[in-house]
């Protein structure tokens, strides 16, 4: 029995090919002559004409066992059912809410429906790509009511070549389209943020040997690209550079290792730069970069001490502020969401939220004492002595 995109055949359901899905078709099979086998289906595979305001399209579908080609027309696309898609999550759910979101803005509005559902689809499963197995579906379904979101605001934007121009309301347009804009920063914004904190406990699941073979890595190949143009200076290849910059580049970035106490790391680009040193001088022995590895033992003896140490908490009307010394951060956790002027406040003074901890932190140093005592009732003496009054 036909339904309104679906057939039954036999005990398995067929999807029939449509509009809402043909973009994302990968392999058909003719209803009426299924003995050909599958047919790879291409999407506006052909070209009929195109003008100034529109061009039209045909599909192309390719018989698998013989490469046989055809010719397939919008009017024709019922005959065929889909039996494999290109992917799988899509916002066919969606699709009357977004022909709907360009019924008062475009003449054509099925045809801007489709090509916004393209769009979002195409981002929606470039991102679950990166997105492990379990977050994936908490993921898709906000991103769904996010572009339902959008499409609904959209709807309530009308045009005067549309609607017509008498007695369009000009002021009232104005302020839907401001709402809908307001809406895709708010909309952008989650997806940045989204992916950001997924991307962040990717990271943090990753063993800890995984994580410090990739951040060497990755200052090997910034090491060498220094290197390599500090040895075209000095062959005489590479004009108008000055080599104290790259020898600072590479310095610099090995000094961000040496203030997190990573010997390993540390030793491993020295010795590297000995290395590419025998093929060209790239930082001569007398340079403070080759006493970073003993800056560096000495920031790791100076955390193990902290470490060692028990955490403090100091209590204020509101919250408390805690002397995290295993993560070396200094914390203030308030009892309540603090209002915007204080969060304000804190971002202001170098305080950034942290989810894992449900607090906000900063390193732990003398300027974090001010810093705290800049946004909450504790004096620097009390953070300097540990809480004791």
């Not at 908490?313 to 308030?334: A, C, M, P, T």
């Not at 202001?348 to 140093?365: E, I, K, M």
């Amino acid at each position: 029995m036909m339904q309104e995109n679906k057939i039954q055949a036999g005990n398995t359901e067929q999807v029939l090919l449509s509009k809402k899905n043909y973009h994302r078709a990968f392999k058909v099979v003719s209803i009426a002559n299924p003995e050909q086998g599958e047919w790879l289906f291409n999407w506006r595979g052909k070209k009929l004409s195109q003008n100034l305001m529109s061009c039209d399209y045909a599909h192309t579908a390719i018989r698998i066992s013989n490469n046989e080609e055809i010719v397939i027309y919008d009017k024709d696309l019922g005959s065929w059912a889909v039996t494999e898609w290109k992917y799988d999550v899509n916002l066919e759910e969606l699709w009357k809410c977004a022909c709907d979101a360009f019924s008062s803005t475009s003449f054509s509005p099925e045809e801007r429906g489709a090509y916004y559902i393209r769009t979002y689809e195409e981002e929606l499963n470039a991102d679950i790509e990166k997105i492990p197995e379990e977050e994936r579906e908490r993921y898709i379904s906000k991103y769904k009511e996010w572009v339902q979101i959008l499409f609904n605001k959209h709807s309530r934007i009308m045009s005067a070549m549309i609607t017509g121009p008498a007695r369009f309301p000009s002021r009232r347009n104005e302020k839907m389209n401001n709402y809908y804009d307001n809406a895709v920063n708010e909309f952008r914004t989650w997806r940045e943020k989204a992916l950001k904190v997924i991307s962040r406990k990717i990271e943090d699941a990753k063993p800890k040997e995984q994580k410090a073979e990739e951040e060497w890595t990755r200052l090997k190949r910034s090491i060498y690209s220094s290197a390599s143009t500090i040895k075209g200076i000095n062959d005489g290849t590479e004009r108008g550079y000055n080599k104290a910059l790259f020898v600072s580049s590479i310095y610099g970035k090995v000094e961000t290792y040496t203030k997190r106490g990573d010997v390993i790391i540390v030793e491993k680009a020295i010795a590297y730069v000995r290395e590419l040193n025998k093929q060209s001088s790239i930082i001569t022995e007398r340079h403070k970069f080759f006493k970073l590895a003993e800056m560096a033992k000495a920031v790791c003896e100076a955390q193990e001490v902290r470490s060692n140490k028990e955490d403090t908490e100091i209590l204020f009307e509101g919250g408390r502020v805690i002397k995290n010394y295993s993560e070396d951060r200094v914390q203030i956790v308030f009892d309540t969401k603090p209002q915007p002027d204080v969060i304000s406040n804190l971002k202001h003074n170098g305080f950034r939220w942290s989810p894992r901890f449900s607090a906000w932190q900063r390193q732990l140093t003398n300027n974090a004492y001010y810093a705290v005592s800049r946004v909450v009732p504790i004096t620097v003496e009390q953070l300097m002595k540990g809480g004791e009054k």
